[in-house]
């Protein structure tokens, strides 16, 4: 039986994206539904997986290579999408952040943190690669505040 065409993923081998080559994140089909078409969203098989890659153009792909751009997506998060939210389930912005820098305490991004852990977050659905955003504001957060 050849692996890739199980139902189950093999966690030691995440596919590429066919564009950019990197990891992807696999997503749920509530997930890919809330974020592309859903026409777009069958022309993809399960699993299907997030380009994560902050410069690749490729929202979704599975495992034969197939893929939807992110033009075709909607709600994606920053900085796939210039416009978009750190966090897509709380709305959390890089504004926000920068805010909590310059006032010197992360009020907003420890409420963001608080929020994700508790029961009932759906960040699995609403961000777009299936992830808690917590690791996506935390890294934009000590970048900001290194200066890296
Ligand atoms: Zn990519």
Known sequence: MNKAFCKEPDSTLPPRCPKCGNDGAQVSIQTLLGHV???DAQSLGEPAYCCTTDSCDIAYFDLLERSIGLAAAT?????KDLAGPLCSCHGLTCDDIDLDLAEGTPTRVRAVVQQAGLPG?????RSADGRSCVGRVQRYY???KTGA
């Open 37 to 39: 078409q859903a026409q």
């Open 121 to 125: 977050a759906d960040c699995a659905i």
């Open 75 to 79: 709600h994606f998060f920053w900085p």
């Open 142 to 144: 000590m970048r900001r």
